[in-house]
């Protein structure tokens, strides 16, 4: 089983320019970070497992295949809800979870601010998604989560990773697969990707960045 795909594409590296040029406006990021979930969404789902369904065209009785996995989308509040739409276009009956987390400017550790998951139903498959992976605290918090919670298959999807994110996930869950469109070298001392994209919460909703 693959750990870390990294999805490479003329499109994700055409995209990956978009988002991180500061220049580009909220509007303009927002589209291209739903351009490259697509991209990386195609890519985590491609082994979904599939059943044989019968379907009536027109024409005749044809042998075709449904997912016969119940998937659910877990969004990391907030910059997670950039992610959500392009993989309903994919996946339309997921159901969506939202986990509210932020990071403690001071410390980088996530503090967690919304959870409303039920008790039971929990998905065969989550696919969390953050644009941002970068020291590993909040897809750490999210897995553990979404693991008591009971479910099966966890992927995270991401656009931008750093190393030692990916170590940090990969060490902690070795069952956790993770899907990113780039990975960047380093963390500086606010622990931001380096070079990374800002704050894409911020960008994402328009609200001011923090210099
Ligand atoms: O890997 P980590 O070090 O945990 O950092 C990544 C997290 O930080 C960002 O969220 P942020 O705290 O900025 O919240 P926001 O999405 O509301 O802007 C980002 O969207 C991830 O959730
Ligand atoms: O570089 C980073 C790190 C965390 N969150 C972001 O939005 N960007
Ligand atoms: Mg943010």
Redesign the pocket.
Not at 199 to 202: E, F, K, L
């Given at each position: 089983m693959k750990r870390v795909s990294l999805i490479t594409h003329p499109l994700v590296d055409h995209h990956l320019c978009t988002v991180r040029d500061q220049a580009t406006c909220s509007s303009e990021f927002r589209a291209a970070i739903s351009r490259l979930s697509v991209l990386v969404g195609v890519h985590a789902t491609e082994d979904l497992a599939t059943g044989p369904k019968k379907i009536q065209t027109p024409i005749c009785e044809a042998d075709c295949r449904a997912l016969s996995v119940n998937v659910g989308l877990v969004p990391?509040?907030?910059?997670?809800l950039g992610m959500v739409e392009p993989l309903q276009n994919l996946l339309p009956d997921a159901a969506v979870w939202h986990l509210?987390?932020?990071?403690n400017e001071e410390t980088?550790?996530?503090v967690g601010y919304y959870d409303k998951l039920p008790q039971k139903g929990a998905p065969n498959v989550a696919l969390v998604l953050?644009?941002?992976?970068?020291?590993?605290?909040?897809?750490?918090?999210v897995v553990r989560r979404l693991q008591s919670w009971g479910v099966d298959e966890i992927r995270v999807l991401s656009i931008i990773a750093?190393q030692a994110?990916i170590d940090r996930v990969s060490k902690d869950f070795p069952d956790v697969r993770l899907y990113v469109a780039a990975i960047d070298p380093s963390?500086n001392d606010q622990?931001f990707i380096v070079p990374g994209l800002g704050?894409?919460?911020?960008r994402?909703?328009a609200?001011p960045q923090k210099p």
């Open positions: 990391i509040l907030r910059a997670g509210g987390m932020y990071r980088a550790e996530p953050d644009p941002m992976l970068a020291t590993g605290g909040s897809v750490d918090m750093s994110g963390l622990s704050d894409a919460g911020d994402i909703f609200t």
